[in-house]
């Protein structure tokens, strides 16, 4: 069964101020984690409270959270990997 994805604010305004070709890019790994929430690749972030994972897609990361009893990713943060972990 699918899942759906949810971009919280902070995500929703740093993609849309992503290139055109990197937001290209996005939606096809977030196609993805649509079918499948761990993909090949994906890693559970490390000292934060809540249960995070992050799938790196060239130089950007999406760090994302799963719901399972909704069937909901909730995307947290998406950004240059060397920016997207700072105050998490």
């Known amino acids: 069964m699918p899942y759906e994805v949810e971009f919280t604010r ?4 740093a993609f ?3 290139p055109k070709k990197v937001q290209d ?3 096809v790994a977030l196609d993805g984690l649509e079918q499948d929430p761990c ?3 994906h890693k559970r972030l490390q000292g934060s409270t ?3 994972f992050r799938v790196r ?3 950007y990361c999406i760090v994302y959270q799963v719901e399972e009893k909704r069937l909901v990713v909730v ?4 950004g240059h990997r060397r920016e997207v972990y700072r105050n998490l």
């Open 25 to 27: 890019r996005i939606d």
């Open 57 to 59: 897609v060239g130089d």
């Open 75 to 78: 995307l947290i943060r998406i």
């Open 10 to 13: 902070a995500a929703d305004k």
């Open 16 to 18: 849309s101020s992503l």
């Open 50 to 52: 809540e249960i995070l």
């Open 39 to 41: 993909p090949a690749g």
